[in-house]
């Protein structure tokens, strides 16, 4: 049962492709979950600061994130928190430079967290977030993927790798490429052949816990 969904849009554009093609996967997810509530975050308008001094230093090394400094923790624990009452996370991103646009990347560096959403272990960075779906809508002005690709693509592998740190394992990446060149009719076409592609299935694979009245 899905009750929760995370959405969140990078682009700094109000009408950008990803934006659309997020709200697109927000309203496929509740065709299965009609009445699950939406937590918004929209970095494009609002956008996270940077990592503050506090911040970095709190996290520089195991004896001061022991004592972390007083407020240095608390962004980083309401994003942390709205990860982990989310049913699902919905991600709208454009692909900024072969990579994640840096209001993205500030969100990252505040939910990667040593001891709290990983944990370090001689082979690595293990999860220790509950898995959930993660819908990715990727729009690119150029083409990154297929026969047609003429551009590095730094920014699915890079995602993979960082949700997949904190235990974010189940993810679908839904490209929207050649941007540049879509206009009206053939962007909301070939936005929609990028929808078809999308396994709601994965829902019903996780049990979600629920708190019991006491």
């Known amino acids: 049962m899905m009750n929760n969904i995370l959405h969140i849009d990078c682009s700094p554009r109000a009408e950008s492709h990803s934006r659309q093609l997020s709200a697109a996967i927000v309203e496929k997810l ?12 929209d970095f494009g308008a609002a956008p996270l600061s940077h990592a503050a001094s506090d911040y970095a230093t709190t996290l520089s090394s195991p ?7 007083k407020g240095s923790l608390d962004l980083s624990e309401t994003l942390i928190q709205e990860v982990e009452a989310a049913d699902a996370i919905v991600i709208g991103t454009p692909m900024h430079n072969l990579t994640v646009p840096s209001v993205l990347k500030a969100w990252i560096d505040q939910i990667l967290r040593a001891g709290r ?7 690595g960075k293990v999860g220790m977030l509950r898995d ?9 002005g150029g083409v990154f993927t297929g026969d ?9 592998p890079y995602l993979a790798a960082v949700l997949s740190s904190i235990g974010l394992k189940t993810l ?7 941007t540049a060149f879509l ?7 070939a936005r929609e052949k990028v929808l078809a592609a999308i396994d709601l299935t994965v829902m019903g694979k996780f049990h979600v816990p629920r708190l019991t009245a006491k």
């Open 63 to 69: 004896v001061t994130l022991a004592a972390p400094l």
């Open 183 to 189: 206009e009206g009719d053939n962007a909301t076409s």
């Open 30 to 41: 509740l065709e299965v979950a009609a009445g699950a509530s939406i937590c918004r975050r």
């Open 117 to 123: 959403t990983f944990k370090s272990t001689p082979a």
């Open 172 to 178: 679908q990446f839904l490209a929207l490429q050649a």
């Open 132 to 140: 959930r779906p993660v819908f990715i809508g990727i729009a690119s």
């Open 148 to 156: 047609r690709a003429n551009q590095p693509d730094f920014l699915t």
